[in-house]
């Protein structure tokens, strides 16, 4: 399956949203996904189901001035 993940192309056989993060090592509470512009809740990756070229936004708050 062909992903976008943060603007880049991807290919995959992983099929669930949170095994993706894991697999990318993208692991925390702090996380926010979205997937094609819809926020995804942290409680809802698990059951999240990805489909082929979805777009995925992994983002993670910055610290700084």
Known sequence: MKLT???EDHQTDISILSEL???LEYE???LATAVNGELVHRE???AF???DRDR???LSPMQGG
């Open 49 to 51: 189901a990805l489909s």
């Open 44 to 46: 809802d990756r698990e």
């Open 56 to 58: 995925i936004e992994i």
């Open 5 to 7: 993940i943060n603007g």
């Open 28 to 30: 925390g509470d702090w």
């Open 21 to 23: 993060l894991t697999a």
